[in-house]
């Protein structure tokens, strides 16, 4: 045989391989450069109902991370927006709940300038009738002073959000 077709033989199939994926490709909602130990927590209920949150398995990623459950088609939100949400926490180290608009019954309306970084970088381009699920490290949530008794000290958040509306 012929030395380039021998060569051809091996290093073709090489190359068509090296755009193939086994995981049905990447989710560009979330940041691929973080702790490979962690999994994010998955999110289940119906559109315009409480989400249930699974607890989070391995250590806490140490970037933002985003994934959209249910995309919504309504307006966008931007940087400088004002939003109605309902949102769910979590805190990661404890996998529990911490508060839930859901719980009761009302939901919260902030601009989006006046909230904690994790937001303010991973809400901007959801849309109205969307889902988003939030991995926020604590450098981007409320860091080394944490937040009351129920958010300690470097804690990651897992918030799951519903945006209502846009204004």
């Known amino acids: 045989?012929?030395?380039?077709?021998?060569?051809a033989l091996i290093v073709t199939p090489m190359i068509l391989l090296t755009g193939c994926t086994t995981d049905g490709g990447v989710n560009p909602m979330i940041d691929q450069n973080?702790?490979?130990?962690s999994s994010l927590p998955?999110?289940?209920?119906?559109?315009?109902?409480?989400?249930t949150i699974s607890a989070p398995v391995g250590s806490p990623p140490s970037t933002l991370q985003k994934s959209d459950i249910f995309v919504?088609?309504?307006?966008?939100?931007?940087?400088?927006?004002?939003l109605?949400?309902?949102?769910?926490?979590?805190a990661w180290s404890s996998g529990v709940l911490v508060e839930s608009s859901w719980d009761s019954g009302q939901t919260a309306t902030f601009p989006l300038?006046?909230?904690?970084?994790g937001w303010q970088q991973g809400i901007p381009g959801m849309k109205e009738g969307g889902?988003?699920?939030l991995v926020i490290p604590p450098d981007?949530?409320?860091?080394?002073?944490?937040?009351?008794?129920?958010?300690?000290?470097?804690?990651?958040?897992?918030?799951?959000?519903d945006l209502v509306t846009v204004s």
């Open 140 to 161: 981007l949530g409320y860091g080394a002073q944490g937040a009351g008794a129920s958010i300690g000290p470097n804690e990651t958040l897992i918030f799951v959000v």
């Open 42 to 51: 998955d999110v289940s209920g119906d559109k315009g109902a409480k989400p």
């Open 131 to 133: 889902r988003r699920l």
């Open 1 to 7: 045989m012929h030395k380039f077709t021998r060569f």
């Open 72 to 82: 919504g088609n309504g307006k966008e939100a931007l940087e400088n927006s004002i």
């Open 113 to 117: 300038s006046g909230v904690i970084a």
């Open 84 to 90: 109605e949400v309902h949102y769910t926490l979590m």
């Open 34 to 37: 973080s702790n490979s130990s």
